[in-house]
């Protein structure tokens, strides 16, 4: 026993002695530098050993402190790969001085495969798409989990409300990989979902129907029902609980709760939804008193906040007239305070007491100390450059604080075109009460600035060719300088637009320039442009143009646009001197009744604009915008001596023949001989020569024209906006013997758009028709349009602004107030779709049904399909 004893004492003291050895070689002193001997990565599977070193930017020899930043900082660069499930540093040995590590890292899967079942091929991709689940992503549990709610909560929005996911995985050997994984998602969406009935008990003060409609979200199954489908979502139903409570508190029942709700399926894969109501007693308004006010009296606070003493309790509407915040600009307490300087006010209403049926209030404000703009700093502009951007901003340091100003300076830098009008955000920085100053950075995210227009297409008998390049923020000093193209100089917020459009019929081209802040003080704005096209008679015999005989049309313009500070800024006066000539090359159409000769167009015109639209230029929620416009020839026929009446009877107006004999009514008639003679019989009647009458007519153009538009946009709930637009336009004479010039008139009906126009002409938009099939053949000079626009965005991203619409129009073309009828209309009605991309404009498609007859014809017009580039409604 005692040998044994011996025995087992001697050989745990050797194993204590090995151990202590052991312990001896890795262990170290915290705090000491020690030189690394070596690094070996063990766990690794598909990458290299030596990459992974080296990417540690640790090396043998070097010197680090043990613990320290080095490894730790080491441990921090690579989890932020995001290529590693565990990251481990252990310690090897130490001999001496040296230090010998292992780092041990366990790889994560790499997705080689994806494979969705369960849904369509379009569907699939989609989803894939929508969750990244492409190959090479690395695969965390955390990221199969955020996948698998991402599709449950995608089609429960959709109405299936049972949807079911399941995601497995399994290693994938192809090619010898070794952590490689194959990711199958099944997805079982059942059937959609659809609510049958909405049921209450215990409302005694509204019917169901007037509470279902409180229901903004959830609707019951109606076949009719087309812009709320009958679905079953729990986050928007548990909305529109609240609002059922809401609908109570608007009219009294502050009190009012929802004592339970429950869900029941029925076997056609409907539930009805049974809501259980406590309505409470009715309240009203009692003394509401002001507390802590200095700034404004009792009485202005009172005339603001609108709420009388008797009136029906409204928490809903005492909360909006306090702060609305649905409403940024809106006319409540907090932003009367902060619009005039005082960011740090507070106000709370406070109910003190409630007798019987009526609840008294105190709104408590503190109102702080005035504060300042101190730093105003903009983020996210690359290409535009600083002082662009600060000339439009309304926020300037040293200036009183105000709410009003920022949401102003939001529109403003939207209106600019040169940024994401959705992802304009101020931030304010480093409030301080004490102080009375705070910092405002406004953060941008720029978009294309130019837009090519690059189309063919067969129209008018012929190829149409169409090159445009439209450059919305150039910089026109820069225009010689080399280093500037990138591949544009850019930056000023200039605007220079080239058009190029072509046919065998017809050449036009243009060019155009603005500058918005001409001298870069003051907020005027100068354009000019350029103009000119060729108009090439058509052949019907050879379905050819014949070159010979040409109609050429010359224009210049030149115009300013002036911001005015009253009656507010947002009015803006443009004056503007326009010069065409039209010459006609043995062009004889039923558009002129002389084939030679030309016209001037020398005019000018004056408008006054109010636009307040905003703040996205491509999908205004609110505001509205309005022009009178008047444009004004001289009026030559008051200092040139030209009887205008009288010109038919004067003898070089006489159609004569190459004798200068006269020609009488018969000589026109076919197969008649000409009655010639120097003199006319008695009783015959010469002819006037219509052509040359009209041409000293037309010389040069003596008219007017007054027009008007206004459109208000109104955001009804969400996104949803309606557009309601008026237009009107006149055109006039001076002289009744010189009459209206077949110029500058008014074609109604279509799309809005044009070729090219040979003679002034405006074409008006009202879809549902022919384009200007709604005006004679020489135009209107007077018409009237309305019209009515539902309007829902699908995305309004950088890349991409879509939104859908709905409309109901109406309007007519007169040729005379004799004949002028306001409510004399053609109506239409239709639907469609609107894309605008920053690289090409706006494009769209509508489809308009007439529900009024052509003129000339009498059966109602019905669908037209209108193909829209680059105009909006």
């Known amino acids: 026993m005692q040998k044994k004893y011996l025995k087992s004492l001697l050989l745990l003291l050797l194993l204590f002695c090995s151990i202590a050895s052991y312990a001896q070689e890795t262990t170290f002193d915290k705090g000491k530098k020690y030189t690394i001997g070596g690094i070996k990565v063990t766990g690794l599977k598909s990458y290299n050993e030596q990459t992974v070193i080296t990417y540690t930017q640790l090396r043998e020899g070097q010197e680090i402190l043990v613990p320290g930043e080095e490894i730790s900082a080491v441990i921090k660069k690579l989890w932020g790969l995001e290529l590693f499930s565990d990251i481990n540093f252990y310690i090897d040995r130490i001999e001496g001085n040296k230090i010998f590590l292992e780092l041990n890292i366990q790889e994560l899967p790499t997705l080689s495969n994806v494979e969705v079942r369960g849904l369509k091929e379009n569907k699939a991709a989609t989803v894939i798409k929508e969750t990244e689940l492409k190959k090479g992503k690395k695969i965390t549990e955390s990221f199969l989990a955020n996948t698998k709610n991402y599709i449950e909560n995608k089609y429960k929005k959709l109405g299936f409300y049972r949807t079911k996911v399941n995601i497995t995985t399994k290693p994938d050997t192809t090619n010898n990989a070794t952590n490689n994984m194959k990711v199958i998602v099944n997805v079982d969406r059942g059937k959609k979902i659809k609510v049958k009935n909405i049921r209450f008990t215990g409302n005694n003060q509204f019917k169901d129907k007037k509470l279902r409609r409180a229901m903004k979200n959830t609707k019951e199954k109606f076949p009719l029902r087309i812009f709320k489908a009958s679905k079953f979502?729990?986050?928007?139903?548990?909305?529109?609980?609240?609002?059922?409570?809401?609908?109570?508190?608007?009219?009294?029942?502050?009190?009012?709760?929802?004592?339970?709700?429950?869900?029941?399926?029925?076997?056609?894969?409907?539930?009805?939804?049974?809501?259980?109501?406590?309505?409470?007693?009715?309240?009203?308004?009692?003394?509401?008193?002001?507390?802590?006010?200095?700034?404004?009296?009792?009485?202005?606070?009172?005339?603001?906040?609108?709420?009388?003493?008797?009136?029906?309790?409204?928490?809903?509407?005492?909360?909006?007239?306090?702060?609305?915040?649905?409403d940024p600009d809106a006319q409540d307490l907090t932003n009367q305070y902060q619009n005039n300087g005082y960011l740090f006010s507070n106000i709370n209403p406070v109910e003190v007491s409630a007798k019987n049926d009526t609840i008294n209030f105190e709104i408590r404000i503190i109102e702080g100390k005035p504060a300042y703009f101190n730093n105003i700093s903009v983020v996210g502009n690359e290409k535009a450059n600083d002082h662009v951007i600060y000339r439009e901003i309304r926020t300037k340091p040293g200036e009183l604080y105000s709410k009003d100003k920022i949401i102003r300076t939001i529109r403003e830098l939207g209106q600019l075109g040169f940024f994401d009008a959705e992802q304009i955000k101020p931030e304010i920085k480093n409030p301080d009460p004490n102080s009375g100053t705070v910092d405002v950075e406004y953060s941008l995210a720029e978009r294309g600035g130019s837009q090519i227009e690059l189309q063919g297409g067969y129209g008018g008998g012929g190829f149409i060719g169409t090159l445009g390049l439209s450059f919305n923020n150039f910089s026109i000093r820069n225009l010689f300088n080399g280093e500037a193209y990138k591949p544009l100089p850019t930056g000023d917020g200039q605007k220079l637009a080239l058009r190029a459009q072509a046919s065998r019929f017809f050449q036009t081209f243009s060019f155009s320039f603005t500058e918005p802040w001409l001298g870069g003080k003051k907020p005027v704005q100068f354009t000019t442009s350029l103009s000119h096209t060729v108009q090439f008679l058509f052949n019907p015999q050879t379905n050819n143009a014949d070159k010979d005989r040409r109609f050429l049309i010359t224009g210049l313009s030149v115009g300013l646009a002036k911001r005015l500070a009253e009656p507010d800024d947002y009015f803006v006066l443009?004056?503007?001197?326009?010069?065409?000539?039209?010459?006609?090359?043995?062009?004889?159409?039923?558009?002129?009744?002389?084939?030679?000769?030309?016209?001037?167009?020398?005019?000018?015109?004056?408008?006054?604009?109010?636009?307040?639209?905003?703040?996205?230029?491509?999908?205004?929620?609110?505001?509205?915008?309005?022009?009178?416009?008047?444009?004004?020839?001289?009026?030559?026929?008051?200092?040139?001596?030209?009887?205008?009446?009288?010109?038919?009877?004067?003898?070089?107006?006489?159609?004569?023949?190459?004798?200068?004999?006269?020609?009488?009514?018969?000589?026109?008639?076919?197969?008649?001989?000409?009655?010639?003679?120097?003199?006319?019989?008695?009783?015959?009647?010469?002819?006037?020569?219509?052509?040359?009458?009209?041409?000293?007519?037309?010389?040069?153009?003596?008219?007017?024209?007054?027009?008007?538009?206004?459109?208000?946009?109104?955001?009804?709930?969400?996104?949803?906006?309606?557009?309601?637009?008026?237009?009107?336009?006149?055109?006039?004479?001076?002289?009744?013997?010189?009459?209206?010039?077949?110029?500058?008139?008014?074609?109604?009906?279509?799309?809005?758009?044009?070729?090219?126009?040979?003679?002034?002409?405006?074409?008006?938009?009202?879809?549902?028709?022919?384009?200007?099939?709604?005006?004679?053949?020489?135009?209107?000079?007077?018409?009237?349009?309305?019209?009515?626009?539902?309007?829902?965005?699908?995305?309004?991203?950088?890349?991409?602004?879509?939104?859908?619409?709905?409309?109901?129009?109406?309007?007519?073309?007169?040729?005379?107030?004799?004949?002028?009828?306001?409510?004399?209309?053609?109506?239409?009605?239709g639907a469609g779709l609107r894309i605008f991309m920053p690289a090409f404009g706006l494009l769209g498609i509508d489809f308009g049904y007439g529900f009024d007859p052509i003129p000339g014809t009498t059966q109602r017009n019905g669908w037209e399909t209108h193909f829209i580039i680059g105009q909006q409604f």
Not at 234 to 246: A, F, G, Q, R, V
Not at 667 to 679: R, S
Request: proline share 4%; glycine share 10%.
């Open 233 to 326: 979502i729990p986050e928007n139903y548990k909305e529109d609980l609240n609002s059922i409570i809401e609908k109570y508190k608007e009219n009294g029942y502050r009190d009012a709760r929802i004592v339970g709700d429950s869900i029941s399926w029925n076997d056609d894969n409907t539930l009805n939804i049974d809501i259980a109501l406590e309505e409470g007693n009715k309240y009203y308004f009692g003394d509401i008193t002001f507390l802590g006010n200095t700034v404004y009296t009792d009485r202005q606070l009172s005339s603001l906040l609108g709420i009388k003493k008797g009136d029906t309790y409204n928490g809903v509407l005492l909360e909006k007239r306090i702060a609305d915040e649905t």
């Open 574 to 829: 443009s004056q503007a001197l326009s010069f065409q000539h039209y010459n006609l090359k043995n062009y004889n159409t039923g558009l002129f009744t002389f084939g030679d000769g030309f016209s001037n167009n020398f005019s000018y015109t004056a408008a006054l604009t109010r636009n307040s639209s905003g703040p996205n230029p491509i999908y205004p929620m609110q505001g509205s915008e309005f022009t009178v416009s008047a444009k004004l020839s001289l009026p030559y026929s008051l200092f040139n001596n030209v009887d205008y009446g009288n010109l038919e009877n004067l003898d070089e107006y006489q159609l004569k023949d190459a004798n200068g004999n006269y020609l009488n009514a018969n000589a026109n008639l076919p197969g008649e001989p000409a009655n010639l003679g120097p003199t006319l019989e008695p009783g015959e009647v010469s002819v006037v020569d219509r052509g040359k009458v009209d041409q000293e007519k037309f010389k040069w153009l003596e008219f007017y024209k007054i027009k008007f538009k206004g459109a208000w946009y109104q955001n009804i709930v969400d996104k949803l906006v309606l557009k309601t637009e008026a237009n009107f336009g006149f055109l006039g004479a001076y002289n009744n013997d010189r009459g209206i010039i077949p110029f500058e008139r008014f074609f109604v009906g279509g799309d809005g758009l044009g070729n090219f126009s040979l003679d002034g002409r405006e074409a008006i938009a009202l879809r549902g028709y022919p384009n200007q099939s709604l005006s004679d053949i020489d135009g209107g000079t007077i018409y009237n349009k309305f019209s009515l626009e539902l309007r829902y965005p699908i995305t309004l991203k950088q890349t991409a602004s879509i939104y859908t619409l709905a409309f109901l129009e109406a309007g007519g073309s007169f040729n005379s107030f004799k004949e002028y009828s306001p409510f004399e209309l053609n109506r239409s009605a």
